[in-house]
């Protein structure tokens, strides 16, 4: 059982705790994040309100410039519908904020392959992710690649 479930929306103190990166970000402390972390900014898909969220980056992709993150609590986190359905209007790293920026969806293979990639690098951490989003796989390749069809990955160039 996971110790913390994010299969609803968080409410109260939980809430609160979550958002507190977006005000560090905002308040020009990104920095403190190093590139661990980006905020996206991004619209509301019926709202068309600018929303911004803080994530986790699980990956680079240094030839392309590219950070990559995984929606941790699935396809129907809002920031990645969102994304789906008007786009990216800005990520920041750091204290930098990318307006050019520019969003990429990855497919079950090449997400799998920077899946790997994390595992390797934060085992306890990708441990928990698969227990809070409720998957999980043998360890093969192969069920990592149907796995990661379940867990959405992203990339976000940054000219």
């Not at 939980?14 to 619209?43: C, D, I, N, Q, S």
């Not at 809070?132 to 796995?147: L, P």
């Amino acid at each position: 059982m996971a110790f913390l479930d994010l299969s609803k929306k968080p409410t109260g103190a939980l809430k609160w705790f979550l958002k507190a990166p977006t005000y560090l970000f905002r308040a020009k402390l990104g920095f403190l994040f190093g590139k661990r972390f980006v905020m996206l900014e991004h619209r509301g898909r019926t709202s068309g309100n600018v929303y911004r969220t803080v994530i986790e980056v699980a990956g680079r992709n240094p030839e392309a410039n590219e950070y990559i993150c995984t929606s941790g609590t699935g396809p129907q986190a809002d920031w990645y519908r969102n994304l789906q359905a008007d786009g990216l209007d800005a990520v920041w790293v750091g204290n930098s904020r990318h307006a050019d920026a520019t969003v990429r969806f990855l497919d079950a293979e090449e997400a799998s392959v920077f899946m790997s990639v994390y595992e390797r690098e934060h085992p306890k951490t990708a441990a928990k992710l698969y227990d809070v989003m409720g998957v999980s796989y043998d360890g093969t390749d192969a069920d990592r690649t149907r796995m990661m069809g379940e867990i959405p990955m992203v990339a976000f160039h940054v000219p």
